[in-house]
């Protein structure tokens, strides 16, 4: 089964750092690109940072230059290294999986892990 475990998550002060992770099991995962979502309660899930199967990388302009996004192919998961933290960061965190196909039929698979907390406040 695909299985994408998320950990690191806490209780931060702003200012703070914090590096979340995620373990991928049950799939191909050189093959998927992988991102970080984050949702607070009553909105919808933004993305937050994303990294490519091959290395290319996207952040949301709300954390650009605090964020750094990475993948390990070999240990088969994807960080997330979060400094300068601030109150509107606090969200759950979801580690997701994607990959599209690029053929005549295009399939679409997309996984996601259970979600950490992460909160900052004093």
């Known amino acids: 089964q695909v299985q994408l475990v998320e950990s690191g998550g806490g209780l931060v002060q702003p200012g703070g750092s914090l590096r979340l992770s995620c373990e991928v099991s049950g799939i191909t995962f050189g093959y998927y690109d992988m991102a970080w979502y984050r949702q607070t309660p009553g909105k919808q899930r933004e993305l937050v940072a994303r990294?490519?199967?091959?290395?290319?990388?996207n952040y949301a302009d709300s954390v650009r230059g605090r964020f750094t996004i990475s993948r390990d192919n070999a240990k088969r998961t994807v960080s997330l290294q979060m400094n300068s933290l601030k109150p509107e960061d606090t969200a759950v965190y979801y580690c997701?999986?994607?990959?599209?196909?690029?053929?005549?039929?295009?399939?679409?698979?997309?996984?996601w892990g259970q979600g950490t907390q992460v909160t900052v406040s004093s």
């Open positions: 990294i490519s199967n091959i290395d290319r990388i």
């Open positions: 997701n999986a994607d990959w599209e196909s690029d053929s005549d039929d295009p399939v679409h698979l997309e996984y």
